[in-house]
């Protein structure tokens, strides 16, 4: 996986996550704010709203205010988001996601494409 994949990786992610969320507060009332954060969620996914200056305080916002709801964002947009998103990843995740990075690069040096599964795999589950 090469950078361009990981970001439409990382992007589709964040479109799935927009969807599921907005899905399930559908029926929430119109001013309700976890219905106002997962439309917010959704403008980003659809690029209306820039995806690294308002996504660190997108997520911010809902791990502070709606901790129940954080573990359904993937782990992978934290790493991806990087700043202020990397408080909610222990030391040794973050450690992970780093050495995937560094293989993403070598593999990108050497003219290959990182198999993403399998470095995962090598370097222990990320989820």
Not at 39 to 44: E, G, M
Not at 51 to 76: E, H, K, M, N
Not at 81 to 88: S, T
Request: glycine letters at 6%; hydrophobic letters at 35%.
């Amino acid at each position: 996986m090469d950078d361009t994949q990981y970001a439409t990786y990382c992007r589709d992610q964040m479109a799935q996550f927009a969807a599921t969320l907005e899905k399930r507060t559908a029926d929430l009332g119109e001013n309700d704010s976890l219905r106002e954060l997962a439309a917010a969620f959704t403008a980003l996914a659809n690029g209306e709203r820039d995806l690294y200056s308002d996504g660190p305080g997108l997520v911010s916002r809902l791990f502070t205010t709606y901790p129940d709801f954080a573990p359904t964002l993937p782990r992978d947009l934290l790493w991806f988001l990087g700043g202020e998103c990397l408080h909610y990843m222990p030391d040794e995740e973050i450690n992970r996601y780093q050495q995937l990075d560094e293989l993403r690069h070598e593999a990108a040096e050497q003219g290959k494409v990182l198999d993403i599964q399998q470095a995962r795999e090598s370097l222990g589950r990320l989820q």
